[in-house]
């Protein structure tokens, strides 16, 4: 399979537990995209990296929040103290290019529960 | 105001018949690109279409057509001779700018075909 993976699928933690995503963009794509799915809503843009560099953050990624992606491959998401207001799925997509037709791949997500 | 609107909560539609998915989209940049996703119930975004600000003439890939209307600000989506595969979420998306690297979603509709 050559498509974006995620790891863990499914993630139940306790409140105030640190918790860290991966994610593995197909590997010629060098743009990365985290985004957070809530029940019933759009994705919501968190950041973007253009290989190693993290290039754009949304004001939803609080400082609770860091994402990595330290040789432009695999990329990591880390939420701290976690909140129950965190629970939510969060999805990992890479693209090739942002102009012209090139959309977005996204990975299964990993679905977060904060107890 | 939001960026991308999408009014239809959830549609049904007869198997084999078509069935139009609506999208508003609110940007005042000249350039920017649209597309529309579907969501299964396993969670995967998947991309179908894509249509630029530029292209003159509606985008189809298969069953899936997008009726842009640049005056209106909509692109909407058509889904001829619908399956019972289609039944997931659709998400119409937006990308400002020639390089934008954000994409805003709208809040989906959830399409139901009816065998």
């Known amino acids: 399979d050559t498509g974006v993976s995620q790891d863990p699928r499914h993630k139940i933690t306790k409140r105030g537990q640190n918790v860290t995503f991966r994610c593995d963009p197909i590997?010629?794509?060098?743009?990365l995209y985290w985004y957070r799915q809530t029940l019933g809503q759009g994705p919501e843009f968190l950041t973007y990296?253009?290989?190693?560099?993290?290039?754009?953050k949304s004001r939803l990624l609080s400082d609770r929040f860091s994402a990595e992606r330290p040789k432009g491959s695999f990329s990591t998401l880390e939420i701290q103290r976690t909140e129950q207001g965190d629970s939510a799925m969060y999805l990992c997509?890479?693209?090739?290019?942002?102009?012209?037709?090139?959309?977005?791949?996204f990975g299964p997500g990993t679905r977060l529960t904060v107890t | 105001a939001q960026k991308i609107t999408q009014t239809q909560p959830g549609m049904f539609v007869q198997e084999k018949e078509a069935v139009t998915l609506d999208c508003t989209y609110d940007?005042?940049?000249?350039?920017?690109?649209l597309f529309w996703y579907k969501q299964p119930s396993s969670g995967e975004m998947i991309f179908l279409i894509y249509?630029?600000?530029?292209?003159?003439q509606n985008a189809t890939e298969g069953r899936y057509s997008l009726n842009f209307q640049k005056a209106r600000k909509s692109a909407n989506l058509v889904i001829s001779a619908s399956q019972l595969g289609d039944s997931a979420m659709y998400f119409c998306?937006?990308?400002?700018?020639?390089?934008?690297?954000?994409?805003?979603f709208g809040t989906g509709t959830s399409l139901t075909v009816i065998p």
């Open positions: 997509a890479s693209s090739r290019r942002t102009s012209g037709s090139y959309g977005q791949y």
């Open positions: 590997s010629e794509h060098n743009r």
């Open positions: 990296f253009q290989n190693e560099a993290q290039l754009e």
């Open positions: 940007t005042s940049d000249p350039s920017y690109g």
């Open positions: 249509q630029g600000s530029y292209d003159q």
């Open positions: 998306a937006m990308r400002e700018g020639v390089t934008g690297n954000q994409f805003y």
